[in-house]
């Protein structure tokens, strides 16, 4: 059985960080193409950032130099490292596998 569960979520102020973790189970992150999308209320699903089987990474222009995804193989989870938050940020984070796993999310709010 597969399951991702994400952590890390919570409230801070406009500008700081937070560091979003993924644990995965039944999976090999490291195997597949990890992802976190997010999904504001009233606003559809968005990819955040990706990173492929081979390492390598992309991300929306929203979040670029600002939002950093990683993987520890070893622990088998993925990790989205958020900087320079904004209000616009606020969302619902899932994490999501290749083979069409998610998450069951996890909330950020950034207050202004």
């Known amino acids: 059985q597969v399951q991702l569960v994400e952590s890390g979520g919570g409230l801070v102020q406009a500008g700081g960080s937070l560091r979003l973790s993924c644990a995965a189970s039944?999976?090999?992150?490291?195997?597949?193409?990890m992802s976190w999308n997010r999904q504001a209320p009233g606003n559809e699903r968005e990819l955040v950032a990706r990173?492929?089987?081979?390492?390598?990474?992309n991300y929306s222009d929203s979040v670029k130099g600002r939002f950093t995804i990683s993987r520890d193989n070893a622990k088998n989870l993925v990790y989205l490292q958020m900087g320079s938050l904004k209000p616009e940020d606020t969302a619902v984070y899932y994490c999501?596998?290749?083979?069409?796993?998610w998450g069951q999310g996890t909330q950020v709010t950034v207050s202004s």
């Open positions: 039944g999976i090999t992150v490291r195997m597949n193409a």
């Open positions: 999501q596998a290749s083979a069409g796993y």
């Open positions: 990173i492929t089987s081979g390492g390598i990474t």
